[in-house]
């Protein structure tokens, strides 16, 4: 079984930094594109980044140049660097990765979500 567990997200005031990790664990044979997602309350669940097997990144313009997403193949693990964060990025982030488990097929997996709060 394949899972997603992600770590990072906490409380912090506009304009400072935090740094998002989601490490996908299990019995994995390859991984496809990874991504971040995020979803403010009441809101749907937006893209905020992503990025294939060769390290071609897509961001959201509300992120770009403040956020940056990159990822370690070797430890199956991606990453999102969220600097200048504004109030308005307050929301939970969801990890999102296209995986083949060994001796399976290719499906779409999603963390649990981590919160992201900045205070003004």
């Known amino acids: 079984q394949v899972h997603l567990v992600e770590s990072g997200g906490g409380l912090v005031q506009a304009g400072g930094s935090l740094r998002l990790s989601c490490a996908a664990v299990?019995?994995?044979?390859?991984?496809?594109?990874m991504a971040w997602y995020r979803q403010g309350s009441g809101d749907q669940r937006d893209l905020v980044a992503n990025?294939?097997?060769?390290?071609?990144?897509n961001y959201a313009d509300s992120v770009k140049g403040r956020f940056t997403i990159s990822r370690d193949n070797a430890k199956n693990t991606v990453y999102l660097q969220m600097n200048s964060l504004d109030p308005s990025d307050t929301a939970v982030y969801y990890c999102?990765?296209?995986?083949?488990?060994?001796?399976?097929?290719?499906?779409?997996?999603w963390g649990q979500g981590t919160q992201v709060t900045v205070s003004s």
């Open positions: 999102n990765a296209g995986v083949r488990p060994r001796g399976g097929s290719w499906g779409i997996y």
């Open positions: 990025i294939n097997s060769s390290g071609w990144s």
């Open positions: 299990g019995s994995i044979f390859s991984i496809d594109t």
